[in-house]
Antibody, heavy 121, light 111 residues
Framework: QVQLVESGGGVVQPGGSLRLSCAAS????????MHWVRQAPGKGLEWVAS????????FYADSVRGRFTISRDNFKNTMYLQMNNLRTEDTALYYC??????????????WGQGALVTVSS | QSVLTQPPSVSGAPGQRVTISCAGS?????????VHWYQQLPGTVPKLLIY???NRPSGVPDRFSASKSATSASLAIAGLQAEDEADYYC???????????FGGGTKLTVL
């Protein structure tokens, strides 16, 4: 069965950095694009970034562009989110998400349990 | 302010039918992009409920249905059950933002 396991969350001061990892199993990881979606405490869902199956095409939400970098290692079946210059408003549960569907009509069929990132002084 | 607008809350008694609306614009739903729906039970991870406007993944009861028209979409839940109490989110793509967008979420309370 599909499993997505995030790690790397924690508490960091404003301006600091963190790298999240997402270990995938149960499907052909190298054949699927992947996304990060976040949810601030008590708030709704926000799409953060996406990455094509081969890692060549990357897209970001305006709120994180220039500060976050999405990447993947298909040999390790792992996706990453490097987060730099973190702000208090980045505090959220970050979900690793597998996508399905056609270009620009993607939907998210499997979600990890999430990694909690807290940005606080 | 979310790009897709949902009512913050809806409620209904067991056995009743409720609908949750998702209003977009000509930049997203009205541009022809698909709408998908997710259910998030309290304290759990979001789960895909409806994909590509009207399709249910295997295992989702046929009490859940959805439709799309013009610049909006709606999710209908028939025969409400206590376990349907959750947050529901619509999701689509916005060509102006070049981004995937979610509605703000609707909290369903089963009375």
């Amino acid at each position: 069965q599909v499993q997505l396991v995030e790690s790397g969350g924690g508490v960091v001061q404003p301006g600091g950095s963190l790298r999240l990892s997402c270990a995938a199993s149960g499907f052909s990881f190298s054949a699927y694009g992947m996304h990060w979606v976040r949810q601030a405490p008590g708030k709704g869902l926000e799409w953060v970034a996406s990455l094509s199956y081969d890692g060549n095409n990357k897209f970001y939400a305006d709120s994180v562009r220039g500060r976050f970098t999405i990447s993947r290692d298909n040999f390790k079946n792992t996706m990453y989110l490097q987060m730099n210059n973190l702000r208090t408003e980045d505090t959220a549960l970050y979900y690793c998400v597998k996508r399905e569907g056609r270009p620009n009509n993607r939907y998210f069929d499997y979600w990890g349990q999430g990694a909690l990132v807290t940005v606080s002084s | 302010q979310s790009v897709l607008t949902q009512p913050p809350s809806v409620s209904g008694a067991p056995g009743q039918r409720v609908t949750i609306s998702c209003a977009g614009s000509n930049s997203n739903i009205g541009a022809g992009y698909d709408v998908h729906w997710y259910q998030q039970l309290p304290g759990t991870v979001p789960k895909l409920l409806i994909y590509e406007n009207t399709n249910r993944p295997s295992g989702v009861p046929d009490r859940f249905s959805a439709s799309k028209s013009a610049t909006s979409a709606s999710l209908a839940i028939a025969g409400l059950q206590a376990e349907d109490e959750a947050d529901y989110y619509c999701h689509s793509y916005d060509k102006t933002l070049s981004a995937y967008v979610f509605g703000g979420g609707t909290k369903l309370t089963v009375l």
